[in-house]
């Protein structure tokens, strides 16, 4: 007799486990404990095996009789339903081995040592906001291009450009590290090329020759923090980014040679670079050694010494000077490339001290101090063009 919902309800454990029969080998085994489990006998290649379907009432009695359908239509084609069985939990366990979100982690774990811990964070920030959401649990085999658009096309529509633009290029990384260690057949972010919006390319403002000596009027007499003028100072006189001074320490600089050498690991293109230091550079870092120079960082954070200066500390003073929108601290390189391009200074000279990638691997290969008399004339140059250059 077919079973019915009220008949396995109603059914109490006994002393010893029992079967309660459906129909076509369904039947639910009932436990001594009360639990109850789906079985289906069948028979393949002239052996009886069992096939376990669930937990009742986890599986409803009409979902069981169904699963027990589906298993009769695999016997039929010849395919063993229990074997079947543990393909798909294997498979399954694969994919999620194999998801977008695992593979992502793991490249992101090879790639932390070559990047700095600020921008490992940033990488990884938006992978969890804006990818692993949406495509993070799927194989990333399985990983359709229109899907990766449609994640890539949600950044758009927040007007966030600039992160749908680096997100993509992350999951290109992402799908080609995949490739590499056999999880993926290809990176389908190649196939969306020209599928996104793009931003008019805005440079960095700056101040053209004749507005410079104006600002570091107004920096000479800066009301603000001591430290902040001299590392807005430095910016203005070494063409560092705003990053490596902020983050600069004093084992970088040799005041005997006046140089400073900051390691590769905390330049944005990864390899070392020398700043020859003008003697209006080298005034400044003994301002800052008597001020600062107990502490590992040039520039410590004033909440946390053992840190260095905040990302906005300079940029704010620049606005508090009455800049705002008019320039930029990374401004200052374009302001000083341009000046020492308009007297006469050789282009290659002031690309090596700005420490632009040369992108020809035959000249990278030697030029690590390449120039390196012309760039000490060309630095002590500037130092002197913009201690002259001031109105009073």
Not at 210 to 222: I, Q, R, S
Request: hydrophobic share 40%; proline share 3%; charged share 25%.
């Amino acid at each position: 007799m077919a079973l019915t919902d009220v008949s396995i309800k109603g059914s109490r454990p006994k002393d010893k486990a029992y079967k309660l029969s459906d129909s076509g080998g369904l039947y639910i085994l009932v436990q001594p404990n009360g639990a109850k489990y789906w079985r289906l006998k069948y028979r393949i290649s002239g052996k009886e095996k069992l096939l376990s379907i669930g937990s009742y009432p986890d599986v409803t009695l009409a979902e069981a009789r169904e699963k027990g359908a589906i298993a009769k239509k695999q016997i039929a084609n010849n395919t063993d339903p229990s074997q079947s069985k543990k393909e798909d939990k294997l498979k399954s366990l694969i994919d999620s081995e194999n998801s977008f979100e695992a593979v992502a982690r793991c490249w992101h774990e090879n790639q932390k040592e070559r990047w700095v811990e600020g921008h490992s964070a940033r990488v990884l920030n938006r992978l969890e906001a804006n990818i692993f959401p949406t495509l993070g649990f799927k194989a990333i085999n399985s990983i359709k291009a229109p899907e990766l658009l449609a994640v890539i096309r949600a950044i758009e529509a927040r007007g966030a450009l600039d992160i749908s633009r680096r997100a993509l290029q992350t999951c290109g990384q992402i799908f080609r590290y995949a490739i590499a260690t056999g999880r993926a057949d290809r990176d389908i972010s190649a196939d969306l090329k020209g599928a996104l919006k793009t931003r008019k390319q805005e440079n960095h403002a700056y101040l053209s020759a004749k507005e410079l000596p104006e600002f570091l009027a107004k920096l000479k007499h800066y009301d603000g923090d001591e430290q902040t003028k001299l590392a807005l100072k430095l910016v203005i006189l070494t063409f560092l980014r705003t990053t490596e001074v902020r983050g600069a320490k004093w084992s970088e600089i040799d005041f005997e040679k006046q140089e400073w050498r900051v390691p590769a690991e905390r330049m944005k293109m990864r390899k070392s670079h020398m700043v020859p230091l003008s003697a209006q550079s080298v005034e400044i870092l003994k301002k800052l050694h008597a001020i600062n120079g107990a502490y590992e960082h040039i520039f410590p954070n004033r909440n946390n010494p053992t840190a260095y200066m905040s990302q906005n500390t300079m940029i704010y003073a620049v606005y508090r000077l009455g800049y705002h929108s008019r320039t930029t601290v990374h401004g200052f390189r374009a302001t000083a490339s341009t000046i020492l391009n308009e007297h006469g200074f050789m282009s290659d000279v002031i690309e090596r001290q700005l420490a632009h990638v040369e992108m020809n691997k035959v000249r990278a290969s030697y030029n690590h101090a390449e120039y390196l008399p012309e760039r000490i004339k060309m630095m002590q140059w500037w130092g002197d063009y913009v201690a002259n250059c001031i109105v009073q």
